[in-house]
C-alpha cells in the first residue's frame, strides 16, 4: 500500500490523470462528489476539469471508466463551461462507450448526449452520432441510432434536426444487422409521430417489405400531436408550465399547446435532396421544342416531363425554360402539348417552390388566358398549373394578372379565373387576405355572381364563400353591401361547404395560420393559456391586440380570458348590426308609403301636410316631430316616412321655420329608425340643396350626419357629394364640402373612396368662386391627416399658385393627429369594431398610392426595343436603354406590365460595359419609383440587383446600393429577407458583395419588427463572413451580428455555431457574447391610438402575421431615408412616431464613447519633427505620380498619433462611403478644432492628396468642398501654408484642374484662388507653371488661365523665376495641338499685354510668325471687341475677392449649401494676411474696404444670368434707395479686380447681342449699389468707349442686317442706355470721362437720336426719349469742363464735316445752350483756361467771316452766348484765364472778350439782372448790346415777317413782363389796326396761357426750344420762351395745342410739311396734333415719377434746373408720352427670362 498512499495525496484533477486504474477510480468517485457540491456553475473549480472529461469518458479500465461516466454526467450538468467540451466527449462516448458490454456504460454514455443536448449543445452531439452511424461497429450503430430516439422522443422536433437523420435512414434499413434494421425502424416510427407524412417521400424507395412493416407500425401511432417532454436550459419556463399542466390534471388544454407545438411543422420537402435538372435537359431541346413537327415538340417535353418529376429541384436560372413552356401553353396549336406543358410547370412549381416564385408573374397570365380550351383534360393541366405556381408566390403578387382577365369575354376564362381564386383563397389566412387585397376581388367577382353565364355565377358564389369563410364577415360583409337577400345567402351556404387548407370545417371563422384559438372553437380559454398568449404577444413584435388575432372578437384582455367568447352578443351591436339592416329595403310605392305613414302619425297632421297656410304646415311639423319622437325603433317606417316629408311642398318649402323642422325631422328618423340607403336617395337631393342656405343649412347639414351615422359615411359622403357637384349653386358646393370635412373628423376616414372624392376636389378647385375652392383646400387638409404625402400626388398638375396654397394647407396640418372617431360605427360596438376601424384606417395610407393614375407601357415595350437592349454592340444597347430611360420618365407612374423589360434588364446587369450596368440600375431605381409597390411582382421575377453589389467598382456598386434601397422602400424588406436569394448571394465568397451586403443588412435589419425565418439560413454564411480574409468583410459581419441576432434570438446563433470548426467555433461565440450585450432592442410597434405617425406620414400599416416595420412599404412616397444620417441602428424615418426605445445607433457602445474626444490630437512640435524627418530623408518624400501602398502606410503610421482612431479607421477604409463619412466629420469639427487642424495641416493635406486619386466623384466633391472651407479658415487665422505642405500638396491639387468635369475644375480653380492668400502668389506661380507642361490638355489650358489671372491681380513680380523666363513659357503654349490650349495661352498674354502694354513683345522674345500674328490679331481684337476668351471664362474667373459665402453658390449653381455660417461671420475678418506677403497686394487691401463697406446688406442670389433687368430702368424710374442689398454677383464672381471689370466690359462691344446685354446688365448691377460702384473706378472711359463702339456697331451692322429681329436691337439699346443712365446719376464716377471719350459718346448719341431708322422701330420713339434723358444727365453730370470742351470740339467737327447733316450740329449747339444755362452754377468747378483755350482754336479755325457765312446762325450766336455769359459770370476776371493761348495778340478771343466786358461794365446794373441766368436768349444779347429801340424795332420786325410773326410775339410779352415800363407804343402807331389788334390779342392769349398753365413743371429739358423747332421754316431762330423769365416751365404739349390754334388764326396751316418728319423723330412727332393730345401719352407716370426722383435728390425746381432733361424731347409735361416705359420693362422681363 505504499505506493498507494503516495497517490492518495494527490489533488483531485492529479489523481483524475494517474496512471494506476485505482487512484483514477479514487478520483473519479471524488471528482463525482466534488462535482454535485459545488453550487456556483461559473466557479472556477470547474475549469481545472475541462481537459480531463474525454479521459473520464474514454477510460481504458471498464470499472473506472462507469464511476468516469458517473462523474462526467455531474460535471455536463453542473458546469457553466461544459459546453466546451462537447465535440470531444460525445465522439469520445461513441467511440468508446457505447461499444462497451455493460450496460450501465451505454446507459451513462445517452445520458451524457441528452444532457448536452439539455445544455444547448445538440447540434454537435447529433453531429457526432450521425458519424457513429459510419462506425463498422453495429454495438455503435445500434446505440447512437437508439440515442437519437430517445432524443427526438424528449426533446421533440424543434432541438433535434430530423433533415440529417432522415438522410441516413434509407441506408440504416438496407443494414446487414437485423439490430439496427430494428433499431432504424423504431427511430422512424418515433420520426413519424412528430411529422407525419411527412416522412413517407423520403422513404418511398426503400425495401417494400420493410415499408409495409413500417406502415403498419405508423398505423398504430396515435394521432394527438406528440409534445416535448425534456427541456433546454433556455427552456425552463415552458418546463415549469408544461409541470404545472401535468399537476392540473393532464391534457386541460391540449389543444392550446398542441397549437404551440406543431408550429414547426416539418415540411417533406424539405426532407428531400435537391435535383440538379438544368444539365440533364436534351441538348437539342430548345430546338426541338420549336420545331415545326408536333411530334418533335412532344418529344423535348417529355424529356422535362420526366425530369420535373423529381420532387425536389436544384435552384437555378429556369428562365429560359419557363418561358419556351409558357410559349407552348399560349401558342401551340396542339392542345395535347399545352396539357403537357402546364403539367411541366407544374412539376417545376412544385420541384422548385418559392425560388419559382420569380417566374410566377410571367406564366399566370399565360395560363389565365388558355382557360378558354375546352378539353378537359387541358383545363386540369392548367388547374394543376396554377395552383402548383400560386403556392410559389402570394396572392398579392398574382393579383394584378387575375383581376386583369376577370372581365374577359369568355365565360370560360371567367369561370376558371373564379375556381382559381375560390382555390387560392383555401390557402390564405385572413392575415395574408387583407382588405386591400380582398376589396379589389370582392369587386369583381360580385360582377360575376350577375352573370349571365350560370357556370360564372356558380364559380363567384364559390370565390365569394371561400372568402367569407377565410376572412370572416366582418372582413368581407363591408364589400357585400349591395348583394340581394338570395345571393347573400347563397354565399353563405358556400361558406359553409368550404374546406380550408388551414383550418378545421367548423362554424366558426377560419382558423388563422399560427393556429391562434378561435372565438366560435373555444368557448372559454382557461386561465393558463391566456396568459400564455398575452405573454407571447408581449415577446412578439407585433402590437399586443394582434397576438392571439381572434377572427370576430376583440384583443382577449389578461384576465378577461371570455372576452373573446362575448363576441355573439357583440354581434348584435356591432359592425353587422347596421349593416345587415341597411342593406334591403325595397323601393316603395308611394300609396304604400300613404298607408304606411298613416298607420302611426295623426290623420290630422297627414292633412294638413300640404296646406296652403305655413301656419298649418307648421303645426302639421310639430305634430310629426312628436309622433317621431314616440315611435320605437322596431315599428319606425322610415321610407314611408320620408316620402311623406318629401311630398309637395317637399324640400321646395318656402317658409324657412316649417323647413327647419321638416329636416330636423329627418335627421330624427335617421337616428331613431332603421334608416336605409333607399330612404336615404329620397332626401338628400333635397337635403343638399339647402346645405347652403343661410337658415337651414345647420338644420341640413345635422340631417346628413345624422344620415351618415345610419348609412355609414362612404356611401353617404359619395352620394352628397356627387348630387353637390351636379348642380350650379356655389354656396351648396361649399357647404357640402365643409360638411364633409367636419364629418371625416367625426367619422374617422375608414372605408372612403379617395379616388371619387378627388375628382370633385379638382372640380371644386378649378371653381371659379373662390369660396368652393377654400372648402375644397380645407377638405384636402382634412384627407392628408389621413392619407398623408401620397395625398398631394394627385394634385401635381395644378397650377402652381393653387399647388402652393394647398401645399400651406398641408403644412398645417403637418404634425397634427387625426382626431379619434367620435361618430359613425365604432359608436355602437364593442371592441371588434373598433378594431375594424382601426384596420380600415391603416389601409388608406396604402390604397392612396394604388390610386395614382398609372400609364401602361407594355406596348411600348416592343420586341425592338427587347432587341435593343440584348444587341451586340453596347451603343445600340445604349440607345435601347435610353429609350426605356425616357419612356418612364414620360408616364411617371406606370402599371406594372411591362411585357419583356424584366428579363431584357435583368441581362444588362452583367453587361461587361459597366456604364451600361450603371443605366441600368438607374432605370431599375426608376421603376421602383414609377410603379410603386407593385414593384413586388418583378421582385420576384429576380433582377438579380443584389448580384451587382459584388461589382469591383466603388460606383457601379453604390449605384447597386441605391437601386436595392429603391426597391426595398416600396416592397418593403420581407420580400427581401425571403426566400434563400439572400443566404444563396451571401455564400458567394466575393468581398465587396458580402460587405455591401452585410453592411445593407446592418442598416436594415435594425427598422424590422420581425422577420422571415429565412434569415436563420444566411447565418452560416454571416459566420463565415466573421472570418473572412477580407478585413471590411469581418468589419461588416461584425457590425450586422447585433442586429441579426435581435431577431433570431441569441439561442438560434449560439446553435448555428455547432457546425463550425471548434476553432472557429469558440471565436465566433466570443463575438456572440460580446454583440449580445449591444443587442438593441426591436423597434416598438405603432401604439394604436396614433395609427398615424407624427410626421404626417401615412398611418403605419400593420401587415399580417410579421408585422412589417419596414413601413417605408407602406407609402411609397416617403423619401427613403438617408442612410448617412440614419445611421446603422437608426429607425427609418417612419419609425419617429414610434414610442419605444431608441435603436443605438452604433453596434458598439464604447465605440461611441470614443467619438466625443476631439478627432485631431495636438501634438507639441509633432509637425515639425515630422519635417525635419522628412527633410533628413527618414521617411519618403512625399512625391509620386500614383500614391503607392508604402506612402499610404506611411501617412497613416504619422496619423495614429494625432488623429482620433476611429476617424483613421474612416480614412483609410477600403470603401469611398467612409471616406465621405470621414470628410463630413472633419467639416463639422473644422470650426471647433481649429488648432487641431493646424497641427495637423500636413498630413491632412497629404490624405487629402490620396483623395484626388480616387475615381469617385462624390469623394472628390467633398474633398473640394472641405478644402473651400479649410483655406478660408487657414485665411482668417492669418495661417501660411509652409513650403513642406505646399509642395507635397498643390502640385496634386492642379493635377485636378485637368478634370473632364466642369464643375470640378471650377472647384480646383476656387480653391487655388484662396490658396493665395496662404501661400504667396509668386510661389504659386511656380507651380501653376509646371502644371502648364502636363499632357493633359484641359490641365494645360486652366494652368494658363489660373497664370493670367494671377499677373492680372499682382501684377508682373508675381512671374517667376522672371516675367521673361516666364512668358517666354507661356508663349510656347500658343503653338500647342490642341484649340483651347492656344486660346488660354493667347488669353493670357493678351491680359499680360493688357496689363503690361507693349513691353511684352520685349519679354516674349521670337515667336514663330504664325504665332506672333495669331498674338497680335488676338491683342487688337481685344481692344475692339471683348478678348476672345471664351465667354465661359466669364464663370470661371477666379473669384478674386474673396467672399466666401458665394463663392459656392456661383460655382455649383445653387445655394452655397457648404459653406458653414460660421466662416461666414468671420468673412470681414477675411484676408488680413496679405501684409506678411512678400508680393505687394494693392489690390485685395482697398478691396477689403469695399467689401466691409458693404455692412450687412448680403443677399444670396444664384447663378449669373438671373439679372433683374427690369432694374436697368429703375434709375428713369424711382428715386435711389440709400441702401441696396448688394448683390453677390459682380462682388464674387467678378470679383472687383480690374481685370474682372476689364473682361466685362470688353464683352460690352461684342459682336454678338446677347453677350453685350449680359455684360451690360452686369455692369448696371454693379453701377446701381453704391457700395460696389466704387469698383468701376478707374474703368470709365474704357466703358464708354466699349458703349459707343456698341452703339457704333449697332448703327452700322446690326440694323442694317436684314436677319437680326429688331426688337434684339431694341433690348440692345435699352441695356446700353439704361446702364449709362446708371452710370451719370453717380457723379463720381461720371466725371471721371475725358474729353475725347465724352465728345465720341456724345457723338454716338445724338447720331442715335437721329437715326431714322430707329423711329420706325415699334419700340423707337421709347428709345430716342431715353436717349433725350440720358444726354441731359451727360451734360449734369460729367466734369463740366471735359463736356464743354467736349461739345465745343464736336460742334466744330461738325461743321467743318461736309457730310454731317445741319441738324447734328443743330442738336450740340443744343447742348451747349444747355451748358451755358447750367454756367452760373457751375462756372466755379471749370478749368477756364481750357475752355478758353478750345474756344480760342474753335475761333482759329472758323473766324467771324466765316462763321456768318453758315446757312444758319446759330453756331455764331451760340459762340456769343456761351462768351457773354462768361464774362457775365465772371467779369474782368476772365482776360486773367487766356494762359493756354501761346500768342493771344492774334487771337480774335481776346478781342471779343474785351469788347464784352466793357460793354457790360457800361450796362448799369445789368450784371445783376436774372436775364444773364435765363441763358440763351436773344434778348439779353441784344439788351447788351444796343439800344431798347433796337430790340424792339427787331421784335416787332419779326412780328411782321411771316414765319417769324409767333415768336416776335413771344419775345414781345417776354420783354414787356421784364421792362414794364418799356413804351411799345410809338412801334404800334406805324402800323395798320388789324396789326395792332393782331399784336394785343397775341399777347393777351400769351399771357392766358402763361398764368393758366405755366406752373406745370417740366421735366423735358429744353423743352421750350422746342417751339423753334416745331415750327418748320423757323429753324434759325432761338425761342425766345428760353428766356421765360419768371421760372415757369411750359409743357410741350401746352406749346403745341397754342400752335395749333394760332396756326389756324394766321392761316399758317400751309407750312411746309416736307421738312417736318425728320425733325419731328426728334420730337417723337409733336406736331402732329393727334399725338400731341393723345392721352396715353399726356397721362404716362413717366415724367411724375422722373419729377419725385428730382424732387427727392432735392434739386432746385427752378428753370434752370428743370430745363435741364431732355433735348429736342416731348417727354415734357407730367402727363407726357411714356406710357410705354411699361411697355419697356416688360420687354426687359422678357429679356430676362429668354437670358435664364
Same mark, same amino acid.
Given at each position: ?55 473520464? /469518458? ?12 458517473? #462523474? ?114 423504431? =427511430? ?26 413500417? %406502415? ?221 387585397? =380582398? ?10 355572381i350577375n352573370d349571365s353565364a350560370p357556370e360564372v355565377r356558380d364559380a363567384g358564389f364559390e370565390a365569394l364563400g371561400t372568402a367569407l369563410k377565410v376572412a370572416g364577415e366582418k372582413a368581407v360583409n363591408p364589400f357585400l353591401a349591395d348583394v340581394d337577400k338570395l345571393k347573400l345567402d347563397r354565399i353563405k351556404e358556400c361558406a359553409e361547404k368550404v374546406e380550408l387548407v388551414y383550418g378545421k370545417k367548423t362554424g366558426g371563422a377560419a382558423e388563422k395560420k399560427e393556429g391562434k384559438p378561435i372565438a366560435g372553437r373555444t368557448p372559454a380559454l382557461s386561465g393558463s393559456v391566456a396568459d400564455r398568449e398575452t405573454k407571447d404577444a408581449a415577446t412578439k413584435p407585433g402590437p399586443l391586440k394582434k397576438a392571439p388575432a381572434v377572427k370576430s372578437g376583440g384583443p382577449p384582455k389578461k384576465g378577461k380570458p371570455a372576452a373573446a367568447a362575448g363576441m355573439g352578443s357583440a354581434g348584435a351591436k356591432g359592425k353587422k348590426g347596421p349593416e345587415s339592416k341597411e342593406i334591403f329595403e325595397s323601393e316603395l310605392s308611394i300609396e304604400v308609403c300613404e298607408e304606411k305613414a298613416a298607420a302611426v302619425l295623426p290623420a290630422s297632421c297627414i292633412q294638413q301636410l300640404h296646406s296652403g297656410n305655413w301656419k298649418e304646415r307648421l303645426a302639421c311639423m310639430e305634430e310629426f316631430q312628436k309622433a317621431v319622437e314616440l315611435m320605437e325603433r322596431s315599428e319606425m317606417p322610415c321610407q314611408a316616412l320620408v316620402r311623406m316629408l318629401a311630398k309637395k311642398p317637399g324640400w321646395k318649402e318656402t317658409n324657412f321655420q316649417v323647413m327647419q323642422m321638416k329636416l330636423h325631422i329627418v ?7 332603421? &334608416? ?8 338628400? @337631393? ?34 352628397? /357629394? ?74 401635381? !398638375? ?51 398610392? !394604388? ?111 441605391? $437601386? ?16 434563400? +436569394? ?6 458567394? %465568397? ?59 434570438? &441569441? ?202 486619386? @480616387? ?106 523665376? $522672371? ?84 463663392? #459656392? ?36 487691401? +482697398?478691396? !477689403?474696404?469695399?467689401?466691409? +463697406? ?57 459682336? @454678338? ?79 471721371? #470721362? ?118 444758319? %446762325? ?21 482776360? !486773367? ?13 481776346? #478781342? ?26 436773344r434778348i439779353e444779347e441784344k439788351a447788351s448790346k444796343a439800344k431798347v429801340n433796337d430790340i424792339l424795332a427787331e421784335i416787332f420786325k419779326k412780328i411782321g415777317s411771316k414765319e417769324n410773326t409767333k415768336e416776335g410775339l413771344a419775345e414781345l410779352y417776354e420783354y414787356k413782363k421784364k421792362y414794364s415800363d418799356a413804351d411799345i407804343e410809338p412801334f404800334l402807331k406805324n402800323s395798320s389796326q388789324f396789326f395792332q389788334s393782331y399784336v394785343e390779342r397775341g399777347l393777351r392769349l400769351i399771357e392766358t396761357e402763361r398764368e393758366g398753365k405755366g406752373r406745370i413743371a417740366s421735366s423735358t429739358g429744353l423743352s421750350s426750344q422746342m417751339e423753334g423747332t416745331c415750327v418748320p421754316a423757323s429753324t434759325h431762330a432761338v425761342s425766345s420762351s428760353l428766356g421765360n423769365t419768371n421760372g415757369e416751365e411750359v409743357g410741350p404739349s401746352v406749346y403745341l395745342e397754342r400752335l395749333k390754334i394760332l396756326r389756324q388764326r394766321c392761316g399758317l396751316d400751309n407750312a411746309k410739311q416736307e421738312d417736318r418728319p425728320p425733325l419731328t423723330s426728334l420730337l417723337s ?9 393723345? $392721352? ?47 411697355? =419697356? ?12
Open positions: 500500500m505504499g505506493d498507494d498512499s503516495e497517490w492518495m495525496k494527490l489533488p483531485i484533477d492529479q489523481k483524475c490523470e494517474h496512471k494506476l486504474w485505482k487512484a483514477r477510480l479514487n478520483g473519479y468517485e471524488e471528482a463525482l462528489k466534488l462535482f454535485q457540491k459545488i453550487d456556483d456553475e461559473k466557479s472556477p473549480e470547474w475549469s481545472k476539469y475541462l481537459g480531463l472529461i474525454k479521459k473520464f /469518458v474514454t477510460d481504458s479500465n471498464a470499472v473506472a471508466q462507469l464511476k468516469g461516466l458517473e #462523474a462526467a454526467l455531474a460535471y455536463v450538468e453542473n458546469a457553466h463551461v461544459a459546453g466546451k467540451t462537447t465535440g470531444e466527449v460525445a465522439s469520445g462516448v461513441v467511440n468508446k462507450v457505447f461499444n462497451q458490454p455493460k450496460a450501465r456504460a451505454k446507459e451513462l454514455g445517452l445520458d451524457i448526449c441528452l444532457m448536452y443536448i439539455e445544455i444547448e449543445k445538440g447540434e454537435a452531439v447529433q453531429e457526432e452520432l450521425l458519424k457513429g452511424l459510419d462506425n463498422k461497429n453495429p454495438k455503435i450503430i445500434v446505440a447512437c441510432i437508439e440515442t437519437l430516439r430517445k432524443a427526438l422522443s424528449e426533446f421533440g422536433s424543434k432541438i433535434i434536426l430530423l433533415k440529417p437523420i432522415i438522410k441516413v435512414l434509407p441506408k440504416l434499413f438496407e443494414s446487414r444487422e437485423k439490430a439496427v434494421r430494428d433499431e432504424a425502424k423504431l =427511430l422512424a416510427v418515433e420520426i413519424y409521430r412528430w411529422i407525419k407524412d411527412a416522412l413517407r417521400p423520403p422513404l418511398q424507395n426503400i425495401n417494400s417489405v420493410q415499408l409495409k412493416e413500417l %406502415e403498419e407500425e405508423w398505423v398504430k401511432v396515435s394521432s394527438a400531436a406528440p409534445k416535448q417532454t425534456r427541456f433546454l436550459r433556455s427552456q425552463q419556463e415552458l418546463k415549469a408550465k408544461f409541470e404545472q399542466q401535468q399537476a392540473a390534471g393532464g391534457d386541460a388544454d391540449g389543444e392550446g399547446d398542441e397549437e404551440e407545438e406543431v408550429v414547426p411543422q416539418v415540411d417533406a420537402y424539405e426532407l428531400l435532396e435537391a435535383v440538379e435538372i438544368l444539365s440533364k435537359l436534351p441538348k437539342d431541346f430548345y430546338e426541338k421544342i420549336e420545331a415545326k413537327k408536333w411530334q418533335e415538340r412532344k418529344e423535348a417535353l417529355e424529356a422535362v416531363e420526366l425530369l420535373v418529376k423529381n420532387p425536389k429541384l436544384e435552384s437555378g436560372d429556369y428562365a429560359d425554360l419557363v418561358k419556351v413552356l409558357k410559349k407552348v401553353v399560349g401558342k401551340d396549336t396542339n392542345v395535347m402539348l399545352v396539357a403537357l406543358a402546364a403539367k411541366c410547370l407544374a412539376g417545376l412549381a412544385t420541384g422548385l417552390r418559392k425560388k419559382f416564385g420569380q417566374y410566377a408573374g410571367h406564366v399566370v397570365p399565360t395560363i389565365l388566358e388558355k382557360f378558354k380550351e375546352k378539353k378537359p383534360q387541358v383545363v386540369q393541366a392548367l388547374q394543376e398549373a396554377i395552383d402548383a405556381i400560386f403556392l410559389t408566390t402570394t396572392l398579392q403578387n398574382i393579383s394584378e394578372d387575375v383581376l386583369a382577365v376577370m372581365d374577359n369575354k369568355n365565360p370560360t376564362i371567367k369561370q376558371q379565373a373564379s375556381l382559381f381564386i375560390a382555390r387560392s383563397f383555401r390557402h390564405c389566412t385572413p392575415s395574408t387576405l387583407p382588405k386591400s387585397l =380582398l376589396k379589389p376581388f370582392c369587386a369583381a367577382l360580385l360582377k360575376h335627421a330624427l328618423i335617421a337616428q331613431k329608425g332603421n &334608416f336605409s340607403k333607399t330612404s336615404a336617395q329620397v332626401v338628400l @337631393d333635397g337635403l343638399v340643396d339647402k346645405v347652403g342656405d343661410v337658415k337651414c343649412g345647420s338644420n341640413a347639414k345635422e340631417a346628413m350626419t345624422a344620415i351618415a351615422e345610419a348609412c355609414q359615411l362612404p356611401w353617404t359622403a359619395e352620394q352628397v /357629394v356627387a348630387m353637390a357637384f351636379s348642380q350650379k349653386n356655389p354656396k351648396n358646393q361649399s357647404e357640402t364640402l365643409n360638411w364633409l370635412s367636419n364629418a371625416i373628423k367625426e367619422f374617422g376616414f375608414s372605408g372612403l373612396n379617395v379616388k371619387a372624392f378627388i375628382s370633385n376636389v379638382k372640380t371644386a378647385l378649378a371653381a371659379t368662386n373662390p369660396a368652393v375652392r377654400t372648402s375644397a383646400i380645407t377638405l384636402l387638409g382634412v384627407m392628408y391627416l389621413y392619407v398623408g404625402p401620397p395625398l398631394r400626388m394627385f394634385f401635381e !398638375d395644378e397650377k402652381p399658385a393653387l399647388l402652393s396654397q394647398i401645399d400651406a394647407e398641408f403644412e398645417k396640418m403637418q404634425g397634427q393627429m387625426a382626431p379619434a372617431p367620435t361618430r359613425g360605427i365604432s359608436r355602437h360596438s364593442t371592441g371588434g369594431g373598433d378594431d375594424g376601424e382601426e384596420e380600415e384606417q391603416e389601409d388608406v395610407g396604402n390604397d392612396v398610392v !394604388d390610386l395614382l393614375p398609372r400609364t401602361d407601357i407594355s406596348d411600348k415595350i416592343s420586341p425592338e426595343l427587347v432587341s435593343k437592349i440584348g444587341d451586340k454592340n453596347w451603343k445600340i444597347r445604349k440607345e435601347g436603354l435610353d429609350e426605356v430611360t425616357s419612356i418612364i420618365n414620360d408616364a411617371k407612374f406606370i402599371q406594372p406590365n411591362i411585357g419583356e423589360l424584366p428579363a431584357a434588364l435583368k441581362s444588362r446587369l452583367n453587361d461587361s460595359n459597366k456604364i451600361l450596368v450603371q443605366q441600368t440600375l438607374s432605370i431599375l431605381q426608376q421603376l421602383a419609383t414609377a410603379m410603386g409597390p407593385n414593384i413586388k411582382q418583378q421582385l420576384k421575377k429576380s433582377i438579380p440587383v443584389i448580384t451587382v453589389l459584388g461589382d469591383s467598382k466603388n460606383n457601379v456598386r453604390a449605384a447597386a446600393l441605391a $437601386t436595392v434601397n429603391a426597391w426595398a422602400e416600396q416592397t418593403g424588406m420581407k420580400e427581401w429577407l425571403e426566400g434563400e +436569394d439572400l443566404s444563396e448571394e451571401l455564400k458567394k %465568397e466575393n468581398p465587396f458583395l458580402r460587405q455591401e451586403l452585410l453592411g445593407w443588412l446592418a442598416e436594415k435589419l435594425p427598422t424590422l419588427r420581425s422577420v422571415p425565418t429565412d434569415l436563420l439560413l444566411c447565418v452560416p454564411h454571416l459566420y463565415s463572413c466573421l472570418e473572412d480574409r477580407n478585413g471590411d468583410v469581418r468589419k461588416k459581419a461584425q457590425d450586422a451580428l447585433p442586429f441579426f441576432m435581435m431577431h433570431l434570438g &441569441f439561442e438560434k446563433m449560439a446553435k448555428a455555431t455547432g457546425k463550425l470548426k471548434p476553432t472557429s467555433k469558440d471565436q465566433v461565440l466570443a463575438m456572440l457574447d460580446k454583440a449580445k450585450a449591444n443587442m438593441p432592442a426591436k423597434p416598438a410597434p405603432p401604439a394604436k391610438a396614433s395609427s398615424r405617425v407624427v410626421g404626417g406620414a401615412a398611418p403605419a400599416k400593420f401587415q399580417s402575421s410579421s408585422a412589417l416595420a419596414e413601413d417605408s412599404g407602406s407609402n411609397s412616397m416617403e423619401p427613403k431615408p438617408d442612410p448617412k444620417k440614419v445611421k446603422a441602428g437608426g429607425v427609418s424615418s417612419k419609425a419617429k412616431g414610434v414610442q419605444g426605445k431608441k435603436v443605438l445607433s452604433k453596434p458598439n457602445l464604447k465605440e461611441d464613447d470614443d467619438k466625443s474626444g476631439p478627432i485631431f490630437i495636438i501634438v507639441p512640435n509633432g509637425k515639425e519633427q515630422r519635417m525635419k524627418d522628412e527633410k533628413g530623408l527618414k521617411v519618403l518624400k512625399w512625391n509620386f505620380t500614383t500614391p503607392r501602398d508604402e506612402y499610404i502606410e506611411q501617412l497613416k503610421t504619422q496619423m495614429s498619433s494625432c488623429v482620433a482612431k476611429w476617424l483613421q479607421d474612416e480614412m483609410f477604409h477600403a470603401d469611398f462611403q467612409h471616406h465621405n463619412k470621414a470628410l463630413a466629420v472633419m467639416i463639422e469639427h473644422l470650426e471647433s478644432e481649429k488648432d487641431g487642424v493646424i497641427s495637423c495641416l500636413d498630413l491632412i493635406l497629404k490624405w487629402l492628396t490620396l483623395r484626388f486619386f @480616387d475615381t469617385n466623384t462624390s469623394v472628390l466633391m467633398k474633398t473640394l468642398e472641405y478644402l473651400k472651407l479649410l483655406f478660408n479658415l487657414l485665411s482668417q487665422e492669418e495661417y501660411h501654408l509652409t513650403e513642406n505642405e505646399a509642395s507635397s500638396f498643390i502640385p496634386y491639387l492642379i493635377l485636378k484642374v485637368g478634370e473632364p468635369k466642369d464643375v470640378i475644375r471650377k472647384d480646383v480653380r476656387a480653391i487655388l484662388n484662396r490658396m493665395c492668400l496662404i501661400y504667396p502668389a509668386s510661389k504659386m506661380f511656380t507651380f501653376i507653371m509646371e502644371g502648364t507642361k502636363s499632357k493633359n490638355s484641359k490641365q494645360r489650358a486652366e494652368c494658363l488661365e489660373e497664370l493670367g489671372c494671377l499677373v492680372e491681380s499682382y501684377g508682373m513680380n508675381v512671374c517667376q523665376p $522672371t516675367p521673361g523666363k516666364a512668358l517666354k513659357e507661356m508663349a510656347t503654349h500658343i503653338g500647342d495641338r490642341d484649340n483651347t490650349v492656344r486660346n488660354a495661352a493667347l488669353n493670357t498674354i493678351v491680359t499680360v499685354y493688357n496689363v503690361h502694354g507693349d513691353q511684352v513683345f520685349k519679354l516674349i522674345g521670337n515667336l514663330s510668325e504664325k504665332d506672333m500674328s495669331m498674338l497680335e490679331e488676338r491683342i487688337k481684337r481685344s481692344a475692339k471687341r471683348p478678348s476672345a476668351a471664351p465667354v465661359r471664362q466669364a464663370e470661371e474667373k477666379p473669384q478674386r475677392a474673396q467672399n466666401i459665402s458665394a463663392n #459656392a453658390s456661383m460655382l455649383r449653381k445653387g445655394p452655397a449649401e457648404d459653406m458653414s455660417s460660421k466662416l461666414n461671420q468671420n468673412r470681414n475678418m477675411g484676408s488680413h494676411s496679405e501684409t506678411a506677403h512678400t508680393v505687394p497686394r494693392e489690390f485685395q487691401l +482697398d478691396l !477689403d474696404e469695399i467689401e466691409n +463697406d458693404n455692412g450687412t446688406v448680403r443677399c444670396e442670389m444664384p447663378a449669373l444670368v438671373q439679372h433683374k433687368l427690369d432694374d436697368i430702368f429703375e434709375p428713369v424710374l424711382i428715386p435711389e434707395p440709400k441702401i441696396r442689398a448688394v448683390s453677390p454677383h459682380f462682388d464674387d464672381m467678378h470679383s472687383n479686380t480690374a481685370s474682372t471689370i476689364n473682361f466685362v466690359i470688353s464683352q460690352v462691344a461684342s459682336g @454678338d447681342i446677347n453677350t453685350s446685354i449680359q455684360a451690360l446688365a452686369q455692369i448696371d448691377e454693379v453701377l446701381r449699389q453704391e457700395d460696389k460702384a466704387e469698383a468701376m473706378s478707374g474703368h470709365i472711359d474704357q466703358f464708354l468707349i466699349a458703349t459707343f463702339m456698341q452703339l457704333r456697331l449697332i448703327y452700322n451692322t446690326h440694323m442694317a442686317d436684314e436677319k437680326l429681329d429688331k426688337d434684339e436691337i431694341v433690348k440692345l439699346y435699352s441695356c446700353i442706355i439704361g446702364s449709362m443712365i446708371s452710370l451719370f446719376q453717380i457723379e463720381s464716377l461720371a466725371r471721371e #470721362a475725358s474729353t475725347g471719350v465724352l465728345k465720341d459718346l456724345m457723338h454716338g448719341l445724338i447720331t442715335l437720336m437721329l437715326d431714322s431708322r430707329v423711329e420706325d422701330l415699334e419700340e423707337g420713339e421709347q428709345v430716342i426719349r431715353s436717349v433725350n434723358l440720358l444726354v441731359v444727365k451727360v451734360l449734369e453730370k460729367s466734369d463740366q469742363t471735359n463736356i464743354l470742351s467736349a461739345l465745343l470740339v464736336l460742334l466744330q467737327d461738325s461743321l467743318l464735316a461736309t457730310a454731317s447733316s445741319p441738324k447734328f450740329s443743330e442738336l450740340v449747339m443744343k447742348c451747349l445752350w444747355r451748358m451755358v444755362r447750367l454756367l452760373p452754377e457751375t462756372i466755379n468747378s471749370i478749368n477756364l483756361d481750357r475752355i478758353l483755350l478750345d474756344i480760342h482754336i474753335f475761333m482759329k479755325i472758323f473766324p467771324k467771316e466765316k462763321l456768318k457765312q453758315c446757312k444758319s %446762325e446759330f453756331p455764331i450766336r451760340t459762340l456769343k452766348t456761351l462768351l457773354h455769359t462768361l464774362c457775365k459770370l465772371k467779369g474782368p476776371k476772365i482776360l !486773367d484765364h487766356l494762359t493756354m493761348i501761346d500768342n493771344k495778340n492774334e487771337s480774335e478771343l481776346e #478781342a471779343h472778350l474785351c469788347r464784352v466786358v466793357k460793354h457790360s461794365m457800361d450796362q448799369s446794373g445789368s450784371k445783376a439782372d436774372k436775364d444773364t441766368e435765363k441763358g440763351a436768349s412727332k409733336p406736331a402732329v396734333p393727334t399725338v400731341a393730345s393723345s $392721352t396715353d401719352m399726356l397721362h404716362s407716370k413717366l415724367s411724375q415719377l422722373r419729377e419725385s426722383r428730382e424732387q427727392y435728390q432735392h434739386l432746385d425746381l427752378d428753370s434752370n434746373q428743370t430745363h435741364s432733361s431732355g433735348i429736342g424731347t416731348t417727354l415734357g409735361s407730367p402727363s407726357s408720352a411714356a406710357a410705354n416705359i411699361d411697355d =419697356l420693362k416688360k420687354r426687359l422681363e422678357r429679356i430676362k427670362s429668354s437670358r435664364k
